[in-house]
């Protein structure tokens, strides 16, 4: 049984939607999983957002729940973890350097094949050196600057909106993509 963590940033929007619906998903297909989920810039116990619930009602899913803060024990618990966008990605793994070999953000995850994976870790070694290098009063070569910039161009963007604050469209718009990227994640699972 795999245990998956999907992080967002407030823990009441995305975070949740994703952890009933991949726990409906799962079930419906037989998988054994167990989920949660955490926000990385949140406290305990804010409810879950109304139009979060409503999207899920809509799907004939329930999820009653609040807002959790990350935690190291989750972190240590999760097999794998997945963030709703590459700065929740990078907070994550300033935390908890760790959980570098098991934290994706969804998308990347779901879609993952070798060729993005590559440019993905070559973008991660540039960001740690540009890191490094201002930490030491340094500048990255125009070289490397050049290819950083490169393969930001290259790599696609990972991110799910955050649709908090927006319409009950907007929210109904992010939970297709996480469905999408969760029916991936599902066949990735069944594979595995």
């Not at 810039?41 to 899920?56: F, K, Q, R, Y």
């Not at 803060?69 to 997945?82: F, N, R, S, Y």
């Not at 500048?139 to 799910?160: A, H, K, T, V």
Request: hydrophobic share 40%.
């Amino acid at each position: 049984m795999k245990r998956i963590l999907f992080i967002c940033t407030g823990n009441t929007c995305r975070s949740p939607m994703a952890e009933a619906m991949l726990r409906r998903m799962a079930s419906e297909r037989g998988i054994t999983v167990a989920v949660r989920s955490a926000g990385v810039s949140t406290v305990d116990g804010l409810p879950v957002s109304a139009h979060a619930i409503e999207t899920l009602r809509r799907r004939e899913i329930d999820h009653k729940s609040s807002s959790r803060a990350i935690t190291g024990e989750a972190v240590k618990w999760a097999d794998i973890i997945l963030t709703m966008t590459s700065s929740h990605k990078r907070g994550l793994l300033q935390w908890f350097p760790e959980a570098v070999d098991k934290t994706y953000t969804l998308k990347e995850f779901a879609y993952q094949d070798a060729r993005t994976l590559a440019d993905i870790e070559e973008l991660e070694q540039l960001y740690t050196e540009l890191h490094m290098k201002q930490a030491l009063g340094q500048q990255l070569s125009s070289g490397e600057r050049n290819r950083l910039l490169e393969l930001e161009r290259r790599i696609p963007s990972f991110d799910i909106v955050d649709p908090f604050g927006g319409s009950l469209s907007i929210y109904d718009s992010c939970a297709k993509e996480i469905e999408d990227a969760l029916t991936r994640l599902l066949d990735k699972l069944t594979r595995r």
